[in-house]
């Protein structure tokens, strides 16, 4: 079993819905939570982290993490086209050692929106 | 934030050859990281790099497969050896922390 499981989609949405998208986690190491956004033939591009449970917003971008229930998510407002991408989950164990930096990625969600 | 280059961009090779991957960074990074991104996958780490000391590898993957070098503190290769069908992928240099990571583009390769 993967440590990271994150449903690949495809997800199809129109301009201006609500995206949730997800992950989950079996191991209760794993600290700290992040979000990346790729598009295609680029490298990955960090839009948000966190490290606590609860909600932390970023413009049109909300990034939840429930440690209790190991399930974290992203939401995205008011979709647009230029969202249409991959997105990947990212989490990193523990506060240091030999865990520091190292990121564990989900299968990432290939997300189209259409106009 | 952190800018990282990589070349070559992408490249196809022949069974069996090598291939290096240059990753230059903009800043000064204790650590420098490589992943690999199968076609359709995630990303899976490969090795951390540091500067003075031997590359740590990732479960699954080894040195002779994969070298690294980490000559300084902006700059680290990774080679792919005896490339077979089965190391195409994208390869992509990280530098960051635990609560922010930054990526090269990548490189794209394509073994024939």
């Known amino acids: 079993q993967k440590e990271v499981e994150q449903d690949p989609g495809p997800l199809s949405v129109p301009e201006g819905a609500i995206v949730s998208l997800n992950c989950t986690y079996s191991n209760s190491a794993f600290q700290y939570f992040m979000w990346y956004r790729q598009y295609s033939r680029k490298g990955p591009e960090l839009l948000m982290y966190?490290?606590?449970?609860g909600n932390k917003e970023d413009g049109r971008f909300t990034a939840q993490v429930d440690k209790s229930s190991k399930y974290i998510s992203l939401f995205i407002r008011d979709s647009q086209p230029s969202d249409s991408a991959t997105y990947l989950c990212a989490l990193v164990k523990g506060a240091g050692g030999t865990s520091y930096g190292k990121l564990t990625f989900g299968q990432g969600t290939i997300l189209t929106v259409h106009p | 934030s952190a800018v990282i280059s990589q070349k070559p961009s992408r490249d196809i090779c022949q069974r069996g050859t090598s291939l290096t991957i240059q990753c230059q960074v903009d800043?000064?990074?204790?650590?420098m990281f490589w992943y690999r991104q199968q076609p359709g996958q995630s990303l899976t780490l490969i090795a951390t790099?540091?500067?003075?000391?031997?590359?740590?590898?990732e479960s699954g993957f080894v040195i002779d497969k994969f070298p690294i070098s980490r000559p300084n503190l902006t700059f680290s290769t990774l080679t792919v050896s005896n490339m077979s069908p089965e190391d195409s992928s994208i390869y992509l240099c990280?530098?960051?922390?635990?609560?922010?990571?930054?990526f090269g583009q990548g490189t794209r390769l394509t073994v024939v």
């Open positions: 990280s530098v960051g922390g635990n609560t922010e990571a930054f």
């Open positions: 800043s000064q990074v204790t650590m």
């Open positions: 790099a540091n500067q003075g000391s031997e590359a740590t590898y």
């Open positions: 966190t490290y606590s449970s």
